[in-house]
């Protein structure tokens, strides 16, 4: 559904534009609802359509509320997911809080990843890339079994 870079400014005020070629999807499949919340691992943030983002949420939610691992993501995801609206000319306003722990500024990315984007700072997109670009992936063992069958 959501693929590819985009380079985006940030107003003032803490709004986004979301290109046009996403906007009808998310309007087909979300009526403009999105969520917004952290990502865990990275200092980005995920934006989900709200019917996406519920799958998720059920799934959460399910977790053993006992496992402290479990809690910890739901403490992260689940707390820090915030509701918001897509305008009519296809602004979102990102909450302060999040886009703190984004580190965002005038210029962001919106990377799409199939059923969501992440939103990254630029300069911060920009590094993690270059890190990511020169790992080695070492050793065929480390790779899930599904890369292992992958062809490109």
């Known amino acids: 559904m959501f693929r590819g870079l985009n380079s985006i400014n940030m107003d003032e005020k803490g709004r986004i534009t979301i290109p046009s070629r996403y906007r009808d999807l998310i309007d087909e499949h979300a009526e403009g609802a999105c969520v917004v919340t952290i990502d865990t691992e990275q200092r980005c943030l995920l934006l989900y359509p709200q019917p996406a983002w519920e799958e998720i949420e059920k799934k959460l939610e399910n977790l053993p509320s006992f496992n402290a691992a479990s809690r910890r993501i739901q403490r992260l995801l689940i707390g820090h997911a915030t509701e918001i609206e897509m305008d009519r000319n296809g602004r979102i306003l990102l909450p302060p809080l999040l886009r703190e722990y984004a580190s965002l500024d005038k ?23 270059d890190g990511w670009l020169a790992d080695d992936l070492g050793d065929e063992d480390n790779l899930p079994e599904q890369l292992k069958d992958l062809s490109l």
């Open 107 to 129: 210029l962001v990315m919106l990377v799409g990843q199939g059923k969501k984007f992440e939103i990254w700072g630029e300069s911060q997109w920009n590094m993690a890339r």
